[in-house]
């Protein structure tokens, strides 16, 4: 039997089949993490067309050396302290959680660990969640939890509280949207305005009591 041969296909056919394949989000081998346009293989030439990528119109090769760095991987059956050892012996501050089924369920940090073990020591905030201010008002961080602002507030609950659980969850719960600088609402005497918003992330919200009707 004569093996069949196929032509090379043109290139714009090549960049076409290239730009439809959906990429794999993670393939880890020999510890290293990579993105693999082609799980199942392919042409060389549509490998080819992966050689580089463009940051900030500047050409990087995926091959240079130092660009892609061995990964800590660690299973996802492990104790705190066991953890703590990988990271020691590895000397790295991040790493990669694989189950059994070599799937990533996850990432974890150093400090992920060390603020489960040592908490508010060493908490990721260098200032305080919760800060009030001379006018009695209180500017508080919007992933400060709502346990910590029912505290500060002299609250006893909020609305549809279990939905959420933070300030900032209790703000889009409540509106029903993503909330934005100057955005308010008002509960139990208080008014919630949105005073800092960083890529839909909700930074500081400041909480003022209104003044009691006559």
Same mark, same amino acid.
């Given at each position: 039997?004569?093996?069949?041969?196929?032509?090379?296909?043109?290139?714009?056919?090549? =960049?076409?089949?290239?730009?439809?394949?959906?990429?794999?989000?993670?393939?880890?081998?020999?510890?290293?993490?990579?993105?693999?346009?082609?799980?199942?293989?392919?042409?060389?030439?549509?490998?080819?067309?992966?050689?580089?990528? =463009?940051?900030? =119109?500047?050409?990087?090769?995926?091959?240079?050396?130092?660009?892609?760095?061995?990964?800590?991987?660690?299973?996802?059956?492990?104790?705190?302290? =066991?953890?703590?050892?990988?990271?020691?012996?590895?000397?790295?501050?991040?790493?990669?959680?694989?189950? /059994?089924?070599?799937?990533?369920?996850?990432?974890?940090?150093?400090?992920?660990?060390?603020?489960?073990?040592?908490?508010?020591?060493?908490?990721?905030?260098?200032?305080?969640?919760?800060?009030?201010?001379?006018?009695?008002?209180?500017?508080?961080?919007?992933?400060?939890?709502?346990?910590?602002?029912?505290?500060?507030?002299?609250?006893? /609950?909020?609305?549809?509280?279990?939905?959420?659980?933070?300030?900032?969850?209790?703000?889009?719960?409540?509106?029903?949207?993503?909330?934005?600088?100057?955005?308010?609402?008002?509960?139990?005497?208080?008014?919630?305005?949105?005073?800092?918003?960083?890529?839909?992330?909700?930074?500081?919200?400041?909480?003022?009591?209104?003044?009691?009707?006559?």
């Amino acid at each position: 039997m004569m093996p069949i041969q196929r032509p090379n296909p043109p290139p714009d056919q090549i =960049e076409n089949a290239a730009n439809k394949r959906q990429p794999q989000l993670l393939d880890v081998e020999k510890d290293v993490l990579i993105l693999n346009p082609f799980p199942f293989g392919g042409p060389p030439e549509i490998h080819a067309a992966f050689s580089s990528v =463009e940051v900030h =119109e500047q050409s990087i090769a995926l091959d240079a050396p130092g660009l892609l760095q061995k990964l800590l991987v660690i299973p996802d059956r492990l104790t705190l302290s =066991e953890v703590i050892e990988q990271f020691r012996g590895a000397h790295d501050d991040f790493a990669v959680i694989m189950n /059994e089924y070599s799937l990533v369920v996850g990432v974890i940090t150093l400090n992920d660990v060390m603020s489960t073990v040592m908490g508010d020591l060493v908490s990721p905030w260098a200032e305080e969640q919760i800060v009030q201010r001379e006018d009695g008002s209180w500017l508080i961080d919007g992933v400060t939890p709502i346990p910590d602002v029912l505290r500060a507030l002299d609250l006893d /609950e909020l609305p549809r509280q279990g939905q959420y659980d933070t300030l900032a969850g209790f703000l889009m719960v409540m509106l029903r949207r993503i909330p934005r600088r100057t955005d308010c609402l008002v509960h139990a005497g208080w008014r919630f305005e949105v005073l800092d918003v960083d890529n839909h992330k909700i930074d500081q919200v400041l909480v003022t009591r209104l003044p009691v009707a006559p």
